[in-house]
T-cell receptor, first 111, second 114 residues
Framework: RKEVEQDPGPFNVPEGATVAFNCTYSNSASQSFFWYRQDCRKEPKLLMSVYSSGNEDGRFTAQLNRASQYISLLIRDSKLSDSATYLCVVTRDNYGQNFVFGPGTRLSVLP | ETGVTQSPTHLIKTRGQQVTLRCSSQSGHNTVSWYQQALGQGPQFIFQYYREEENGRGNFPPRFSGLQFPNYSSELNVNALELDDSALYLC?????????????FGSGTRLTVV
């Protein structure tokens, strides 16, 4: 079993739709959690950190359930510019220096 | 404040050759991590350097090696290239204790082995 698993995708949704991505991790010692966004043939860029209390940034909401070792990302009112691959990331150590990436879920928002 | 820069951006090598990739860390960051991203997959951790010492290594063979210099820039060397080494190689810089804010990645070097 991979350490971080994500919905296989791709997700094809119309503009304005709400879409949710799921991620599970196997290492209960994981300390920090993130969602990264990666555009085609570009480097990953930090989208948002994920906290147990949940956090929201505009149209994006991230949730963490430590007991279930589950992370989610919700995108409301999808825009064409949201089309990208979304990578779930966990860290193994308390200093957050060792990142483990999931395989990513590709999203295509269609006009 | 300068970001993370990588060179070259693209590279084509022949199987069996050796390659060196370079990374300049973001100003103020003393840790550099290298990742390999094959097509359609997430980045895989190769190793990390902190203050010129290797500080963690992923599941990669010894023909993948690295260096960090006093100015915290870094090199990734790959010997005896194989076709499966074709990938996007990413470096990311950070500072211990600030990992909870995420990495800053360079734009990567796309290596093609033929």
């Amino acid at each position: 079993r991979k350490e971080v698993e994500q919905d296989p995708g791709p997700f094809n949704v119309p503009e304005g739709a709400t879409v949710a991505f799921n991620c599970t991790y196997s290492n209960s010692a994981s300390q920090s959690f993130f969602w990264y966004r990666q555009d085609c043939r570009k480097e990953p860029k930090l989208l948002m950190s994920v906290y147990s209390s949940g956090n929201e940034d505009g149209r994006f909401t991230a949730q963490l359930n430590r007991a279930s070792q589950y992370i989610s990302l919700l995108i409301r009112d999808s825009k064409l510019s949201d089309s990208a691959t979304y990578l779930c990331v966990v860290t193994r150590d308390n200093y957050g220096q060792n990142f483990v990436f999931g395989p990513g879920t590709r999203l295509s928002v269609l006009p | 404040e300068t970001g993370v820069t990588q060179s070259p951006t693209h590279l084509i090598k022949t199987r069996g050759q050796q390659v060196t990739l370079r990374c300049s860390s973001q100003s103020g960051h003393n840790t550099v991590s290298w990742y390999q991203q094959a097509l359609g997959q997430g980045p895989q951790f190769i190793f990390q350097y902190y203050r010129e010492e290797e500080n963690g290594r992923g599941n990669f063979p010894p023909r993948f090696s690295g260096l960090q210099f006093p100015n915290y820039s870094s090199e990734l060397n790959v010997n005896a290239l194989e076709l499966d080494d074709s990938a996007l190689y990413l470096c990311a810089s950070s500072t211990p204790g600030q990992g909870s804010y995420g990495y800053t990645f360079g734009s990567g070097t796309r290596l093609t082995v033929v």
